[in-house]
C-alpha cells in the first residue's frame, strides 16, 4: 500500500515559468513531510520541508504548500531554472519514528 | 558539515560475487538505512538499522544482508550478486526524533555482469 504517492513521473517546464510538482499521502499521522532533489548519478538531497501544523513554507524559489484536509502536498519552484532538472521525491515522516515513506518520484525537465 | 559517506563509487561486478557496500556517517546519528534506486521505481527500502547490531528489513530485502557492528557505520552485503541487482545503492542516515530529515551519501552504481 503506496502511503505517499507522486502521480506524474515526468514534468517538463519551460525557463523562467512556474514548475508544480505534486504529491498525495493517505495517512493522516504524518508529522513532517520533505522534498528532495537528486541529481544523476549522485544522492538526494534535502531541499524544503513543512510541519503538519503548517500550510506553506518558503525558501528562497521553493514553496510548499501543505493541504491536509485533501492530504495533498505541492512544492512550487518559481522562476525555474535549467539546474533545477533533476528527479523530486515527496517524503513523510512520523515524528518519534525511525523511517521515512517516500513517493516515487518526478524528472523535472527545465527547458530553455 | 554533516556527512554520510559510501566506500565505493561505481563497481563492476560478476554473477555470483559476493559484494560489501560500506557506509559511514559522522553524525552520531541512530537510525541507517540502504535503499536502491530505480527508473520508474523510486527509492525502495532494502534494510534499516536503528541501533548497533539490530536491523529491520525494509521492502524489498530478499538477495540481501546488512551488518551494524558500530554505531557510525552500516554495511550491506550482496551475497551472491545476480544482475537485478544492478543498481544505484544509496546509504542514509537519520537522528530519531528530529523533524525528519534524512541525510544521504553520494550513491554506489553497482553493475553485475
Known amino acids: 500500500d503506496q502511503q505517499v504517492k507522486q502521480n506524474s513521473p515526468s514534468l517538463s517546464v519551460q525557463e523562467g515559468r512556474i514548475s508544480i510538482l505534486n504529491c498525495d499521502y493517505t495517512?493522516?499521522?504524518?508529522?513532517?513531510f520533505l522534498w528532495y532533489k537528486k541529481y544523476p548519478a549522485e544522492g538526494p538531497t534535502f531541499l524544503i520541508s513543512?510541519?503538519?501544523?503548517?500550510d506553506k513554507n518558503e525558501d528562497g524559489r521553493f514553496t510548499v504548500f501543505l493541504n491536509k484536509s485533501a492530504k495533498h502536498l505541492s512544492l512550487h519552484i518559481v522562476p525555474s531554472q535549467p539546474g533545477d532538472s533533476a528527479v523530486y521525491f515527496c517524503?513523510?515522516?512520523?515524528?518519534?519514528?525511525?523511517?521515512?515513506?517516500f513517493g516515487t518520484g518526478t524528472q523535472l525537465k527545465v527547458e530553455l | 558539515d554533516v556527512k554520510v559517506t559510501q566506500s565505493s563509487r561505481y563497481l563492476v561486478k560478476r554473477t555470483g560475487e559476493k559484494v560489501f557496500l560500506e557506509c559511514v556517517q559522522d553524525m552520531d546519528h541512530e537510525n541507517m538505512f540502504w535503499y536502491r534506486q530505480d527508473p520508474g521505481l523510486g527509492l525502495r527500502l532494502i534494510y534499516f538499522?536503528?541501533?548497533?547490531?539490530?536491523?529491520e528489513k525494509g521492502d524489498i530485502p530478499e538477495g540481501y544482508s546488512v551488518s551494524r557492528e558500530k554505531k557510525e557505520r552500516f554495511s550491506l552485503i550482496l551475497e551472491s550478486a545476480s544482475t537485478n541487482q544492478t543498481s544505484m545503492y544509496l546509504c542514509a542516515s537519520l537522528r530519531t526524533s528530529s523533524t525528519g530529515e534524512l541525510f544521504f551519501g553520494e550513491g554506489s552504481r553497482l553493475t553485475v555482469l
Open positions: 538499522s536503528y541501533d548497533v547490531k539490530m536491523k
Open positions: 495517512n493522516s499521522m504524518f508529522d513532517y
Open positions: 517524503a513523510a515522516y512520523t515524528w518519534g519514528g525511525n523511517k521515512l515513506t
Open positions: 513543512i510541519s503538519s501544523i503548517k
